[in-house]
């Protein structure tokens, strides 16, 4: 089993950047899509960024141009670099194998304006 672990949120002022990690134990990790997903308060669950195994991206509309996402199959990571936070970035920020229905239990991104 693939647990994913997220780490690395915090709080920001807006217009700052923040890395998140996620590190993934087992040997199949590289083999997997991950995404980076994100809730605020009192809103759905909705896909921030994808990466395939073999490192092609897609974002939500809202954050291209702002986030990226990068994955190091040798180390068993997946990181989201975010710059230009906004106030309706706020939220948590959860790390997961789609296909396998593994998720993390998310780190919390707060922008203050």
């Known amino acids: 089993q693939v647990q994913p672990v997220e780490s690395g949120g915090g709080l920001v002022q807006a217009g700052g950047s923040l890395r998140l990690s996620c590190a993934a134990s087992?040997?199949?990790?590289?083999?997997?899509?991950v995404g980076w997903y994100r809730q605020g308060p009192g809103t759905r669950r909705d896909l921030v960024a994808i990466?395939?195994?073999?490192?092609?991206?897609n974002y939500a509309d809202s954050v291209k141009g702002r986030f990226t996402i990068s994955r190091d199959n040798a180390k068993s990571m997946v990181y989201l670099e975010m710059n230009d936070l906004k106030p309706e970035d706020t939220a948590v920020y959860l790390c997961?194998?789609?296909?396998?229905?593994?998720w993390g239990k998310g780190t919390l991104v707060t922008v203050s304006s």
């Open positions: 997961a194998l789609p296909v396998l229905n593994f």
């Open positions: 990466i395939t195994a073999s490192g092609t991206t």
């Open positions: 087992g040997s199949t990790f590289k083999n997997y899509v």
